[in-house]
């Protein structure tokens, strides 16, 4: 990993991204800074972001960025600090339920990360492996998402599909 390389983690659900993503992180020297897009909407949710913080541990900082990602990218590549993005997922289907500007949201998220002069390590969920869903909202996701997959890869440095705690290179 280099001063200001991108690196993408693409995998599906309990694939093991998210900790394969943090080892390589941890491995760097620099301060942590770990960007949540998830939000606690019920007890289970909530839960899972319990566990998480401690399993991260006190070396990260959290900044809950549901929607404004780009600015918090921002915000830490001016600190310079190792940064991850956990993940391009939720924060899609948080701009969708909010009838934000989507395109207008993933250009700026574009422009942040190629303005970005720190270590980026971006994580997301591959959810266009299987049939086309049979509601439109859902259609609109699977079509956001994998666009936004197919550019933020063109940007990054480096690139990894997930499965099964493996990780294949892809780039
Ligand atoms: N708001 C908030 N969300 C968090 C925090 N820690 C983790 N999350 C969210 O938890 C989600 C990842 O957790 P999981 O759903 O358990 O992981 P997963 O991606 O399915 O599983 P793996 O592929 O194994 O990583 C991400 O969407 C994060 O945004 C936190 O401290 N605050």
């Not at 070396?59 to 549901?66: A, K, M, S």
């Not at 971006?122 to 998402?145: M, Y």
Request: charged share 20%; proline share 4%.
């Amino acid at each position: 990993m280099t001063k200001n390389s991108l690196t993408f983690f693409l995998g599906g659900a309990r694939s093991g991204k998210s900790r394969l993503a943090q080892e390589m992180a941890e491995s760097q020297h620099g301060s942590l800074a770990y960007l949540a897009t998830g939000q606690a909407f019920d007890a289970e949710m909530a839960d899972r972001i319990a566990r998480h913080r401690t399993d991260r541990g006190p070396r990260w900082r959290t900044t809950d960025c549901p929607l404004d990602l780009p600015a918090a990218i921002a915000r830490e590549a001016v600190l310079g600090n190792i940064v991850l993005v956990d993940c391009l997922t939720l924060w899609t289907s948080n701009l969708l339920l909010s009838d934000a500007d989507l395109p207008a949201a993933q250009a700026a998220l574009l422009a942040a990360l190629a303005a970005a002069r720190c270590p980026v390590i971006l994580i997301s969920n591959e959810t266009g492996l299987g049939i086309v869903p049979d509601n439109a909202l859902a259609r609109q996701f699977r079509d956001a998402a994998g666009r936004l997959h197919q550019q933020v890869a063109a940007l990054a440095d480096t690139v990894f599909f997930v499965a099964a705690g493996l990780t294949l290179r892809l780039k």
